[in-house]
């Protein structure tokens, strides 16, 4: 659950800091979804980086799922918002 921490932004630096491509949104029922896409060693970083989260948040649990590659991220991470 993620309200109000900038969690989103926190994802999104990290993500362009660790040459990150993909996308945090946050969904309806208060969690945050981030798809990544990199090579192993970046993504073990910014899953660590994940788990920390800003200042002021206490993330409690980050589980992770393999995914095939969507091209339309491949090339940069956005701040995506849910329809």
């Known amino acids: 659950m ?8 926190f994802a999104a630096r990290a993500a362009r ?3 990150i491509a993909g996308f945090a949104k946050n969904l309806r029922d208060g969690r945050v979804e981030v798809y990544a896409i990199a090579p192993a060693v970046a993504l073990k970083s910014f899953r660590s ?11 409690k649990n980050v ?3 393999e995914s095939e ?3 339309q991220f491949a090339d940069r991470f956005s701040i995506e918002y849910d329809d």
């Open 2 to 9: 993620v309200q109000g921490v900038g969690y989103r932004y």
């Open 17 to 19: 800091q660790l040459g």
């Open 49 to 59: 980086e994940l788990g920390r989260g800003p200042q002021g948040a206490m993330v």
């Open 63 to 65: 589980s992770e799922d």
């Open 69 to 71: 590659i969507d091209s």
